[in-house]
């Protein structure tokens, strides 16, 4: 069965404070690895990891998969109040490219 | 980037009705979306994968005669839900995928539906 595991469950920082998410992965037929920020409603995409190894980066956040490891991280640094929300990571895989989704980090940053 | 579209936002229905929400491709074709279902403070759990033009795919434990998917055009997919109940409240959420410019996955804006 296709599994998504994302570390920690919650998570509560000072702004300011540099955060890790950690999402590690058991899917057939990988395809990539996908990062969402969700508030109130939808969830709103931040990366698309493909390829091993290759940083990608948006002002404060930047995420990295290791294919070896079957894991990929989030980092966020210099939080604000504004990045509280649930992280979502996904994985495109399986048999007709689902993305199946981990449970998600609640992050709060406190002022 | 892709834009999907899903209406209604928000629905409340008696026990025994049912409800259809809609989902659209707004500015590409998508031959295949899909339909997740949150809880309050949990992640989304796929349900069912909608093909365009064939039956859809759903996901273990999902009741398909109760959750009716159709995908009848490149652009639209709905989900019915056939006489709801309380336990069936919860947010529903499509996606979608613009494979053609190779976006990642888009997300409608979801539809509350709470029964009562």
């Known amino acids: 069965e296709d599994k998504v595991v994302q570390s920690p469950l919650s998570l509560v920082v000072h702004e300011g404070d540099t955060v890790t998410l950690n999402c590690s992965y058991e899917?057939?037929?990988?395809?990539?690895l996908l990062w969402y920020k969700q508030e109130k409603k939808a969830p709103t995409f931040l990366f698309m990891l493909?390829?091993?190894?290759i940083e990608k980066k948006s002002g404060r956040l930047s995420s990295i998969l290791d294919k070896k490891e079957l894991s990929s991280i989030l980092n966020i640094t210099a939080t604000q109040t504004g990045d509280s929300a649930i992280y979502l990571c996904?994985?495109?895989?399986?048999?007709?490219?689902?993305?199946?989704f981990g449970a998600g980090t609640i992050l709060r940053v406190k002022s | 980037g892709a834009v999907v579209s899903q209406h209604p936002s928000r629905v409340i229905c008696k026990s025994g009705t049912s409800v259809k929400i809609e989902c659209r491709s707004l500015?590409?074709?998508?031959?295949?979306m899909f339909w997740y279902r949150q809880f309050p403070k949990q992640s989304l759990m796929l349900m069912a994968t909608?093909?365009?033009?064939?039956?859809?795919?759903?996901e273990q434990g999902v009741e398909k005669d109760k959750f009716l998917i159709n995908h009848a055009s490149l652009t639209l997919s709905t989900l019915t839900v056939t006489s709801a109940h309380p336990e069936d409240s919860s947010f529903y959420i499509c996606?979608?995928?613009?494979?053609?410019?190779?976006?990642?996955?888009?997300f409608g804006s979801g539809t509350r539906l709470t029964v009562v």
């Open positions: 493909t390829s091993s190894g």
């Open positions: 909608s093909n365009e033009g064939s039956k859809a795919t759903y």
């Open positions: 996606s979608a995928r613009d494979i053609v410019r190779g976006y990642g996955y888009t």
């Open positions: 500015d590409f074709q998508a031959t295949t």
């Open positions: 996904a994985v495109v895989g399986g048999y007709g490219n689902k993305l199946v």
């Open positions: 899917v057939t037929n990988f395809r990539s």
